[in-house]
């Protein structure tokens, strides 16, 4: 079941759901409207021959308040809002359609894990033959909370868990059956 916005704000005021820090015109009726960071993280392209999933990949931090995504470019960011689900709340990130009119493909992997907490990290990807400028502080993407059927054995305590600001892939430390590096 979606969590609708007075749900949400019960939850928020009981603390149940965390986010953090939060304006009242940010809630929805069926989400929660976040926010662009001002932390950004660019694969460093001129140091690879080709992407891995076996090694940690190299990127280029970048720091501002403004950023502009070449065309056809690919970008990650973070949300101001820090989140905080517990064991029976699930939830996923939407990029706002008047987004997506643009040409800007916003995604987070497109799910947040029961027992989840940190900022999301968002990837971009400007679909334009133009470049795409945008200004940290403006709302980025939406989060839609759905309420599960019963805690989970198990809430979320994977290698993004208590992430602040942008973090790269993670991927070089999972194990498939195989040893770690």
């Known amino acids: 079941m979606i969590l609708s916005d007075d749900t949400l704000r019960k939850m928020m005021a009981d603390g149940t759901i965390v986010v953090e820090p939060l304006e009242?015109?940010?809630?929805?009726p069926a989400s929660i409207d976040l926010r662009l960071g001002?932390?950004?993280l660019k694969i460093d392209e001129n140091t690879?021959?080709?992407l891995s999933l076996d090694s940690e990949l190299?990127?280029?931090k970048i720091e501002k308040d403004e950023i502009i995504i070449p065309p056809h470019s690919f970008l990650?960011?973070?949300t101001v809002e820090l989140i905080r689900l517990p064991a029976n709340v699930t939830a996923f990130v939407e990029g706002r359609?008047?987004?997506g009119r643009m040409g800007l493909f916003i995604q987070n992997?497109?799910?947040v894990d029961p027992g989840f907490e940190g900022t999301i990290t968002l990837e971009l990807f400007n679909a334009n033959r133009l470049p795409l400028k945008l200004a940290s502080g403006r709302r980025i993407c939406q989060i839609v909370f759905a309420q599960m059927d019963k805690p989970t054995r198990t809430p979320y305590a994977g290698k993004y868990q208590g992430q602040r600001g942008t973090v790269g892939s993670r991927i070089f430390r999972d194990s498939d059956g195989r040893a770690l590096p």
């Open 38 to 40: 001002r932390h950004f």
């Open 58 to 60: 190299p990127y280029v």
């Open 109 to 111: 992997a497109g799910w």
């Open 97 to 99: 359609s008047s987004i």
């Open 24 to 28: 009242p015109y940010q809630v929805q």
């Open 76 to 78: 990650l960011a973070t």
């Open 48 to 50: 690879l021959e080709s």
